[in-house]
Nanobody
Framework: QVQLVESGGGLVKAGGSLRLSCAAS????????MAWFRQAPGKEREFVAG?????????YYDDSVKGRFTISRDNAKNTVYLQMSSLKAEDTAVYYC???????????WGQGTQVTVSS
C-alpha cells in the first residue's frame, strides 16, 4: 500500500503558474503508474494527466490542459509533479494524485490540494 500527500496548491491569477507535488510513501513507488485528477465544485472528478505505465515514459493529458500542464516524476524522490502554466479560472479545483499498482490495478488517492485561479 502507498500513501500520497499532495502539496503546492494555492491562489494564483489567471495566466500564472503553479507546481503541484505528490509525495509517496514506501519503497515500491516505481511499481505504480501515477496520474493527476481534479474536482471542481459541483462536478465529478476528472482526469488531468498521467503516465501510461510505471516507468515514467509516455504521458497523456486531457485536451483541456494539453500544452499548458506537464506531468513528471522523480522515482528517487518518490514524487510526481504537475507543472501548470497559463492557468485559467476554469482550472480552479481540488487536485488529487492517484497511484495505480502495476500489476494489480489497485488505486490509491491523496487528500487533495486546492488550486484557485482568479480571473
Amino acid at each position: 500500500q502507498v500513501q500520497l500527500v499532495e502539496s503546492g496548491g494555492g491562489l494564483v491569477k489567471a495566466g500564472g503558474s503553479l507546481r503541484l507535488s505528490c509525495a509517496a510513501s514506501g519503497r515500491t513507488f516505481g511499481t505504480y503508474s501515477m496520474a493527476w485528477f481534479r474536482q471542481a465544485p459541483g462536478k465529478e472528478r476528472e482526469f488531468v494527466a498521467g503516465f501510461i505505465n510505471s516507468s515514467g515514459g509516455t504521458t497523456y493529458y486531457d485536451d483541456s490542459v494539453k500544452g499548458r500542464f506537464t506531468i513528471s516524476r522523480d522515482n528517487a524522490k518518490n514524487t510526481v509533479y504537475l507543472q501548470m502554466s497559463s492557468l485559467k479560472a476554469e482550472d480552479t479545483a481540488v487536485y488529487y494524485c492517484r497511484a495505480t499498482r502495476i500489476p494489480g490495478g489497485s488505486n490509491y488517492w491523496g487528500q487533495g490540494t486546492q488550486v484557485t485561479v482568479s480571473s
